[in-house]
């Protein structure tokens, strides 16, 4: 069943531009993880940021987490064309195992 | 360091014909695996997972079954291809199952069910 849900659907943006992605989820979490899909390839994992934590940062990455709107944010500095990708939220299913919302799908134009 | 093979990497089968698709994780024991589907533009469906050799449990009813014959290979069949089967197969796998562990996940395979 669908945990995390991230809005917007789809962002397009300008090189140099900040891009912001967000994520709902409906239960308790312990944790919450970004990954990030190139069209055509697998999944890489970005960050995983903990219930306890509210801001995380990992390059030009910055994750926040609010745990009680149940929401998280993703955004990206200075966003390059590289970036163009999908971003997915992933989050505790019933059974405790991770499972992965519809992503947003982000393309930087140069 | 480890590593995540899938093969084949393009797949296009007649509807009816049986599947096997592959996947492979080196430098680690005991990983748990797991197969999702992606349809076009959406998200991951988790399909099946292992925790073990043998030990495999299914998220979804559906026309596929899954194997794990060795502790780091996992196997997707089908008997018979139904054309809802098309879609973006990929493989992951984690240290652990719950959603504490990141997961590493395979160059995917694209079936196409004709």
């Known amino acids: 069943s669908q945990q995390g849900e991230e809005d917007p659907q789809a962002l397009s943006i300008q090189e140099g531009e900040n891009a912001t992605m967000n994520c709902s989820y409906k239960t308790s979490i312990n944790n919450l993880q970004w990954y990030r899909q190139n069209s055509g390839r697998g999944l890489v994992h970005l960050i995983l940021i903990r219930s306890n934590e509210r801001e995380k940062h990992s390059g030009r990455l910055r994750v926040t987490l609010d745990t009680s709107k149940k929401s998280s944010s993703l955004l990206i500095t200075a966003s390059r064309a590289a970036d163009t990708a999908s971003y997915f939220c992933?989050?505790?299913?019933?059974?405790?195992?991770?499972?992965f919302g519809k992503g947003t799908k982000l393309s930087v134009k140069p | 360091s480890q590593t995540i093979h899938q093969w084949p990497a393009t797949l296009v089968q007649p509807v009816g014909s049986p599947l096997s698709l592959e996947c492979t994780v080196e430098g680690t024991s005991n990983p748990n695996l797991y197969w999702y589907r992606q349809a076009a533009g959406r998200g991951l469906q988790l399909l099946f997972y292992s925790v073990g050799i043998g030990q495999i449990s299914s998220e979804v009813p559906q026309n596929l079954s899954a194997s794990r014959p060795q502790d780091r290979q996992f196997i997707l069949s089908s008997k018979k291809l139904l054309l809802s089967d098309s879609g973006f197969y990929l493989c992951?796998?984690?240290?652990?199952?719950?959603?504490?562990?990141?997961?590493?996940f395979g160059p995917g395979t694209r079936l196409t069910v004709t």
């Open positions: 992951a796998w984690s240290k652990g199952h719950t959603s504490s562990y990141e997961q590493y």
């Open positions: 992933a989050t505790r299913g019933s059974q405790g195992n991770l499972i």
